[in-house]
């Protein structure tokens, strides 16, 4: 059963544009959520994170919008550049004694020049 | 640069033929955690160290075992592969456990089953 879900497996913008990337989840416990970007060959880094008791945070080019009535979280590039397309993963942390990060499969975002 | 490493990056084995991953860190982190990430997946804990506590997840199969002799290395054991268990595996590090600590990823090794 997912508990994070990205629904869009691909995503293709052109640069400058605004790159929109979603996220869902469905356990109510999460309360940290965090993106991954990962390039081809490499492992994830970290990109974000945003804790639930704020809606949004912001990072220079990236934002990370949370709306936790519809447990839904989406993050936002602008403007999008060639070297940001990669694979982004949405993850979310319940806390407590789990340790523990769900991910999303990813959505691989690709820049057009 | 510190960093996480992995080796090989391509492993190839033999069904049932006991294979072993790799992971190192220079970056003295206390929380190693073993991630298995099969094609178009999400990445899925196996289990993680943190320091010498071992943490199995509950659905992680008795086929994986992990060692950590140091605290710079890692080890990832599957005792008899099977073709369900060909994936990417990811080793990730962290300073501690918490919602706040980011974890710091290897570049991961791509295990194939024949």
């Known amino acids: 059963d997912q508990q994070v879900k990205q629904n869009s497996p691909s995503l293709s913008v052109q640069e400058g544009r605004i790159s929109i990337l979603n996220c869902d989840y469905t356990?109510?416990?999460?309360?940290?959520f965090l993106w991954y970007k990962k390039y081809p060959a490499e492992g994830p880094t970290f990109l974000i994170s945003i804790s639930s008791i704020k809606d949004k945070n912001e990072d220079g080019r990236f934002t990370v919008f949370l709306n936790k009535s519809a447990k839904h979280l989406s993050l936002h590039i602008v403007p999008s550049q060639p070297g940001d397309s990669a694979v982004y993963f949405c993850?979310?942390?319940?806390?407590?004694?789990?340790?523990?990060?769900?991910f999303g499969k990813g959505t691989l975002l690709t820049v057009n020049p | 640069d510190a960093m996480v490493i992995q080796n090989p990056r391509y492993q190839v084995t033999q069904f049932g033929k006991p294979v072993t991953l790799s992971c190192s860190q220079t970056?003295?982190?206390?929380?190693m955690y073993w991630y298995q990430q099969k094609s178009s997946q999400a990445p899925k804990l196996l289990f993680h160290?943190?320091?010498?506590?071992?943490?199995n997840e509950a659905d992680t199969p008795d086929n994986f075992q992990s060692r950590r002799p140091n605290t710079s290395f890692c080890f990832l054991d599957i005792r008899s592969p099977g073709l369900g268990d060909a994936a990417m595996y990811l080793c990730?590090?962290?300073?501690?456990?918490?919602?706040?600590?980011?974890?710091?990823f290897g570049s991961g090794t791509q295990l194939s089953v024949l």
């Open positions: 993850a979310a942390d319940s806390g407590g004694s789990n340790y523990k990060l769900t």
């Open positions: 970056l003295n982190h206390n929380v």
């Open positions: 160290y943190y320091d010498k506590d071992f943490n």
């Open positions: 356990n109510s416990m999460f309360d940290y």
């Open positions: 990730a590090t962290s300073r501690g456990r918490g919602k706040r600590e980011k974890l710091f």
